[in-house]
């Protein structure tokens, strides 16, 4: 299905309509206050044709201020991660899903307080980053240990087939990176690696989605959550660390990326009391797949634009997914 409305979440009669309609939903403590002011920023990139991303500051008449913020996309429904997000609320530290308007596809929530974890690696503020990585762990061994009454969808998980799709097209656009592109067979292995994992994973668990407040940790963005194997939440964070430099250039020492790293998987484990060499072992083949995650998203992303590219920025282009390709190989030669 097509929602062709989404960037009515930006159109200030909409958004002033609305919350006045749904005060109650919105701004349950002061609902009986006026609202004298809705700023909206759009923080979606200009370029973004078929999501939209918006920040509301919302200022009631005793100068008291609500901040929210609302996602929503012509391709993917949100009532699904509406859903997910109201079940969690409950249970963990995550932004409050306060409305799901289906006309226009556009879920509202609350934003949390804090900085992104990506914030404070890039800040190398080690102190905070040591327990920030430890709560992180911890969030997830809460997650994948519910037991949600209605099981919901499948995670976002592309198969073998959408990847061999993806470098038939590399093969065409970049050919100079024809020499690069793995064998049909070395991309199977990802439809092994998802049978029988139904526990509710995050699905992008990177550091920008996880927000350090001043006492509490919370997690954001569920659009890609579901069930699935709960190793790749894991390899997200670990593959965050390997990164090229020409997507994120972290200026950590190997030393303190492998503290970190292990900090990590190892408050991960001890939650759940599973084994911690056997776990960093298991997540090579995830580790694999994540950057094959990686080489879909930016070539889909960058090549839409690739025939108005100068020959630098096509250079750029083509040198960030040879290097995602790189650490794709890398990853997979550990594990076979």
Not at 29 to 46: H, L, T, W, Y
Not at 61 to 89: C, G, P, W
Not at 229 to 239: E, G, H, S, W
Request: charged share 30%; with cysteine; aromatic share 14%.
């Amino acid at each position: 299905m097509k929602y062709n409305k989404i960037f009515k979440a930006q159109d200030p009669l909409f958004i002033k309509n609305l919350f006045t309609k749904k005060k109650r939903v919105f701004f349950a403590n002061v609902a009986d206050k006026k609202i004298k002011s809705i700023q909206i920023e759009k923080v979606s990139p200009s370029w973004a044709k078929d999501t939209c991303l918006v920040k509301y500051k919302v200022t009631f008449e005793n100068h008291l201020i609500k901040t929210f913020r609302a996602t929503s996309s012509k391709k993917e429904s949100k009532e699904d991660v509406y859903k997910i997000m109201q079940y969690l609320y409950k249970k963990l530290p995550i932004a409050n899903a306060v409305y799901f308007d289906k006309n226009h596809n556009i879920l509202f929530y609350q934003e949390v307080p804090g900085r992104t974890l990506a914030e404070i690696i890039e800040k190398k503020e080690k102190r905070i980053l040591s327990q920030s990585f430890k709560k992180a762990a911890l969030f997830l061994a809460k997650l994948h240990n519910l037991k949600p009454k209605s099981p919901f969808l499948k995670a976002f998980f592309p198969q073998s087939t959408g990847y061999i799709y993806i470098f038939k097209k590399i093969k065409t656009s970049l050919p100079e990176l024809k020499k690069e592109i793995p064998s049909l067979e070395t991309l199977k292995f990802v439809d092994k690696i998802w049978k029988n994992q139904n526990a509710l994973i995050h699905n992008d668990f990177y550091p920008g989605n996880i927000i350090v407040g001043k006492t509490q940790l919370y997690v954001i963005d569920f659009d890609k959550a579901g069930r699935g194997p709960v190793l790749m939440d894991l390899a997200t964070v670990m593959a965050s660390f390997n990164l090229p430099k020409e997507i994120w250039q972290i200026k950590l020492s190997p030393r303190d990326k492998n503290n970190l790293q292990d900090i990590f998987i190892k408050t991960y484990c001890r939650s759940q009391h599973i084994d911690f060499k056997k776990t960093k072992t298991q997540l090579k083949k995830f580790l694999a797949k994540i950057f094959l995650d990686q080489i879909r998203y930016y070539f889909l992303l960058d090549s839409k634009n690739l025939s108005k590219m100068t020959k630098q920025n096509r250079r750029n282009f083509a040198q960030k997914i040879r290097s995602l390709i790189i650490n794709f190989k890398k990853a997979y030669e550990s594990f076979i």
